[in-house]
């Protein structure tokens, strides 16, 4: 891994764990020389993440759109800063300069940037490793209801495996770094499969 995409919220959250958690991501990441990718922002646990990674010496690049530019919360003081149309441009900037995707609290914009690249992996657009680092059980029920999506046929059980879930930072990065893309087929139905033959 040369740089890991952090997705997050752009608010602090309830509880200081939250940015906690956030600061030691950013921390951590800039120690192991992994440069940090994220939405460009300077609020909430955005804002905590690159200025942990930046005070730990590390690069940290930030792709943010116009619109949110003119609301005034992009960071300033980044290695570098993009600055791109729309959200679409962000995120396809963000898959392109990242290797990895990791997913903290955060709300809306948090899960629907990871899920579009869990998307992408599965219809194989991409092959990077995505994971889920839990703060406190946080993102407990959404991986509850991913295990119902295999339960109810809706999702491949090895796309299911193929995302890591935990709260150990060390473990995630390790796996991340060890990734190996599962080949599992979309279509769970036979009749769908042999239609695409």
């Not at 921390?27 to 940090?36: E, M, Y």
């Not at 690159?50 to 919360?73: H, K, R, S, T």
């Not at 609290?105 to 940037?113: A, K, N, S, Y």
């Not at 930072?169 to 769908?192: C, F, G, H, T, V």
Request: hydrophobic share 45%.
């Amino acid at each position: 891994m040369r740089s890991i995409c952090v997705y997050c919220g752009s608010n602090n959250g309830a509880r200081p764990v939250y940015a906690e958690h956030a600061a030691a991501l950013g921390t951590r990441l800039a120690a192991d020389g992994v440069a940090v990718v994220y939405g460009g922002g300077n609020v909430g646990l955005m804002g905590v993440v690159a200025d942990a990674a930046l005070a730990a010496g590390g690069e940290v690049i930030g792709v943010i759109p116009e619109q949110l530019m003119g609301w005034e919360v992009a960071h300033t003081g980044l290695t570098r800063l993009e600055v791109v149309a729309n959200m679409h441009q962000r995120k396809a900037r963000m898959f392109d300069l990242s290797d990895g995707f990791v997913a903290l609290p955060g709300g809306f914009g948090t899960l629907d940037e990871m899920f579009e690249m869990l998307t992408w992996r599965q219809l194989g657009i991409g092959d990077k490793p995505c994971a889920f680092l839990d703060v406190d059980g946080f993102f407990e029920p959404l991986v509850a209801m991913m295990d119902r999506m295999v339960d109810e046929r809706f999702l491949h059980p090895d796309q299911r495996r193929d995302l890591w879930h935990g709260r150990d930072l060390s473990a995630m990065l390790d796996w991340m770094n060890a990734y190996r893309p599962a080949r599992a087929d979309k279509w769970l139905d036979e009749k769908r499969r042999s239609a695409l033959r």
